[in-house]
């Protein structure tokens, strides 16, 4: 195996060219000819003074005459002044990265409060989803609320039920933590084997910050929670959505739960919930209460309107599961994923994601076969528990169709189902809590596209 490994995604046509508004559309596409030209190039001329000219692809033109311009004609900003701190105050991505965004899925209907929009996976890199690409689900409409006047009250089974500020509760000692958050409903079209065509939209409610805040047993023990009696905790949201989870007091009193203000390394973002959001690390992220205003401690489950009638999975037997709330282990492969396109044979770097409600990734496995033969993927540090783990894996792609697949386990010895081994438990009516294998089917013509393999 030849040690070159490239940024992933680079040397592949990203899927965004075909599914951006067609405004922005030519832009793009205009200015991705000339870098993706650009890049195939650069990576011919390296690979073949790196490492020797065995490692190439087939067909990458290496300029025969005069050099590479890019390399030979030294450009602007390699002669001329850079520009000063334009950039005071916030800064931007480059502009060549106007591709990278946010998008709501061909899958799904969408009304302007109730709505998704979807993390581009396939573009990010490590474990850390920038503040700006972290998916949303709003179930009325997200608000940037005053934090001056944003207040969180304690009540319910405590001594002295107690309200907070946003300066009180920053004051406490605080906690910064990875963590991934998943939507129930992530990958729930695939249940129907509806097969959108990237992995933005079949794993895209999914995101994993650095969260800061304060656990929430320190809030509980503050208001002096009765937490021999207080066997749960309703959270509720303070926007229009009313949104209210039950949350089992063990998770609670192990620390892990966090009242958050802080995502990577500043406030929450509005349409995360700033300036107050509940993080319950492996749980679903509808649990997760942006706009937190309150919580309740009580004996028993709240079977709140979202506990009742959402989130719940329809079995075989023509029983609901109901507060299933942890997300179990799963994986994906970001690259080559769906609407990407493998230019030329050779070198690949296959990369992507693994995670597990229940503690840490232990192993991922990867097939090329569609299942037949798998190989172990290296696991990147860090490896952390309920956050999200970076896996890797060399790869030479010899022209010919290939399924790629990805299948985790993680530290409790759960191993990700097939679609086979998913719907003999749970049966075809599930919407929720899809864990299933994801297979990418690469083409000849170097297209991927996103298959079933049951
Ligand atoms: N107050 C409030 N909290 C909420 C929601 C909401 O609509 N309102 N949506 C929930 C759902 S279903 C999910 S998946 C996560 C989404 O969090 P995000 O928008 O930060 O990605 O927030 C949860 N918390
Ligand atoms: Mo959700």
């Known amino acids: 195996m030849p040690p070159i490994s490239m940024h ?37 001329a390296a690979a073949a003074s790196v490492a020797g000219p065995q490692v190439m692809a087939q067909g990458n033109p290496v300029p025969t005459e005069g050099g590479d311009p890019h390399i030979m004609q030294l450009p602007a900003h390699a002669t001329g002044l850079g520009q000063g701190v334009a950039t005071l105050g916030y800064g931007q991505p480059s502009q060549f990265e106007i591709n990278l965004q ?11 409060q109730a709505s998704v929009s979807f993390a581009p996976l396939q573009s990010l890199f490590g474990i850390v989803t920038p503040s700006g690409l972290h998916f949303e689900r709003h179930h009325q409409g997200w608000w940037d609320i005053d934090p001056s006047k ?40 695939e249940w129907a084997n509806v097969a959108v065509p990237t992995v933005q939209y079949t794993h895209g409610m999914l995101s994993c910050s650095e969260f800061t805040g304060v656990p929430l047993i320190t809030l509980l023990e503050l208001a002096g929670a009765d937490l021999k009696q207080g066997k749960f905790v309703l959270a509720e949201g303070g926007e229009g959505s009313s949104m209210s989870r039950t949350i089992p007091m063990s998770l609670i ?39 937190l205003r309150r919580v309740e401690v009580g004996d028993q489950p709240y079977a709140t309107k979202d506990e009742a009638v959402h989130y719940m999975d329809l079995q075989p037997n023509g029983q609901h599961r109901q507060y299933t709330n942890i997300q179990e282990c799963k994986s994906v492969v970001t690259t080559p994923s769906g609407g990407q396109v493998l230019l030329d044979q050779g070198f690949y770097n296959i990369t992507g994601l693994a995670w597990s409600g229940k503690g840490k990734v232990k192993r991922v496995d990867v097939s090329v076969d569609g299942g037949r033969n798998w190989r172990a993927a290296r696991l990147e540090t860090p490896m952390l528990s309920k956050a999200l783990t970076r ?17 985790a386990q993680d530290e409790t010895g759960f191993v990700q189902p097939t679609y086979q081994q998913l719907r003999a438990v749970r049966g075809t009516r599930s919407i929720y809590h899809n864990n299933a294998i994801q297979s990418w089917l690469v083409q000849e013509n170097g297209e991927v596209k996103n298959v079933q393999v049951s």
Request: aromatic share 10%; proline share 7%; charged share 20%.
């Open 8 to 44: 992933p995604g680079r040397l592949i046509k990203a899927p965004e060219s075909f599914l951006t508004p067609a405004g922005v559309h030519a832009v793009i596409q205009e200015g991705k000819q000339g870098r993706r030209g650009f890049l195939r190039g650069a990576f011919a």
């Open 102 to 112: 946010r998008r709501q899925s061909p899958g799904l209907t969408q009304t302007t």
């Open 150 to 189: 944003h207040r969180f009250m304690v009540n319910g089974m405590v001594k002295t039920p107690k309200v907070f500020t946003m300066d009180e509760i920053m004051r406490l000692p605080s906690v910064s933590r990875f963590h991934f958050i998943e939507c129930g409903a992530n990958t729930a079209v």
């Open 253 to 291: 009193t192990s620390g892990e739960v966090i009242v958050a203000y802080g995502q990577n390394g500043e406030m929450l973002r509005p349409e995360n919930g700033y300036p107050l959001r509940l993080v319950v690390p492996g749980i679903q992220g509808v649990s997760w209460i942006k706009y």
């Open 391 to 407: 896996f890797n894996l060399d790869w030479v792609w010899d022209g010919k169709p290939a399924i790629i697949q990805s299948r």
